[in-house]
C-alpha cells in the first residue's frame, strides 16, 4: 500500500534559521507527493508538489522540496524562516482515499 | 486560480438542529469533492468523497445519515450534519480536485476550502 509519515510531530525554529521538514514515502513506482501548509483555523494551501522530472521542486513562499529515491524521502526546506511560517505542515499523496499524514507543527521562536 | 469558497466559516448552532455548509469551486470545475473533519491538533480524516451526479462515497465509520452530502453541480458541493450534537463539534474542510483533459487524475493536487468551525451547544 502506499503511504508516507513525517517522523516529527514538532519543531520549533529560530526567525532566519533555516528549516526542514521530513518526509518519507512507502511507493513501489515513482510516486506524486504534495506538500501543504495549513495556519490556524484555515484550510489547507498547497505549497508545491511533485510528479516526475528534476528532483528539485520550488513551491511558493520561499519552500523547495527535494525527492531522493534512494531515501524514500521528499523532505520540504526553507532557507530563513519568517514567523509567518508557524504553521501545521502535510506531507500527502495524491489518492485520496489515504488519510492525510500527522502533520509537522511548525513553531517560530522570535 | 483554482480557488475553493467554503462558507459559513464559523457555526455555532443549538443542539438538534441541522447545518449546511457549502463548497464551491469558483474558478474551476470539480467532478469530485472530498470532506475532511479535523480535531483539535489532529490531522484531517477523510469522511466522503462527492461526485457530481452520484451518490458520496463515505469512508468506514461516518453515518451517511447524519453527513449528507450533495453534489448537485461542477461547482457545488453541500455537507449537511443532521440533528447535530456536541459531538459533531469539529472544523470541517473540503476539497475539490480540478480534472484536467490529458492528465491522470492523480496528477492534480487538491484545492482546499478554509473550512468551517462547528460549535453545537
Known amino acids: 500500500a502506499q503511504s508516507v509519515t513525517q517522523p516529527d510531530i514538532h519543531i520549533t525554529v529560530s526567525e532566519g534559521a533555516s528549516l526542514e521538514l521530513r518526509c518519507n514515502y512507502s511507493y513501489g513506482a515513482t510516486p506524486y507527493l504534495f506538500w501543504y501548509v495549513q495556519s490556524p483555523g484555515q484550510g489547507l494551501q498547497l505549497l508545491l508538489k511533485?510528479?516526475?522530472?528534476?528532483?528539485l521542486v520550488q513551491g511558493i513562499k520561499g519552500f523547495e522540496a527535494e525527492f531522493k529515491r534512494s531515501q524514500s524521502s521528499f523532505n520540504l526546506r526553507k532557507p530563513s524562516v519568517h514567523w509567518s511560517d508557524a504553521a501545521e505542515y502535510f506531507c500527502a499523496p495524491p489518492d485520496y482515499k489515504l488519510s492525510f499524514g500527522a502533520g509537522t507543527t511548525v513553531t517560530v521562536r522570535a | 486560480g483554482a480557488v475553493v469558497s467554503q462558507h459559513p466559516s464559523w457555526v455555532i448552532c443549538k443542539s438538534g438542529t441541522s447545518v449546511k455548509i457549502e463548497c464551491r469551486s469558483l474558478?474551476?470545475?470539480?467532478?469530485?469533492m472530498f470532506w475532511y473533519r479535523q480535531f483539535p491538533k489532529q490531522s484531517l480524516m477523510l469522511m466522503a468523497t462527492s461526485n457530481e451526479g452520484s451518490k458520496a462515497t463515505y469512508e468506514q465509520g461516518v453515518e451517511k445519515d447524519k453527513f449528507l452530502i450533495n453534489h448537485a453541480s461542477l461547482t457545488l458541493s453541500t455537507l449537511t450534519v443532521t440533528s447535530a450534537h456536541p459531538e459533531d463539534s469539529s472544523f470541517y474542510i473540503c476539497?475539490?480536485?480540478?480534472?484536467?483533459?490529458?492528465?491522470?487524475?492523480?496528477?492534480?493536487?487538491?484545492?482546499f476550502g478554509d473550512g468551517t468551525r462547528l460549535s453545537i451547544l
Open positions: 474558478d474551476f470545475q470539480a467532478t469530485t
Open positions: 476539497s475539490a480536485r480540478q480534472l484536467k483533459a490529458g492528465t491522470g487524475r492523480y496528477n492534480q493536487p487538491q484545492h
Open positions: 511533485y510528479f516526475s522530472g528534476d528532483t
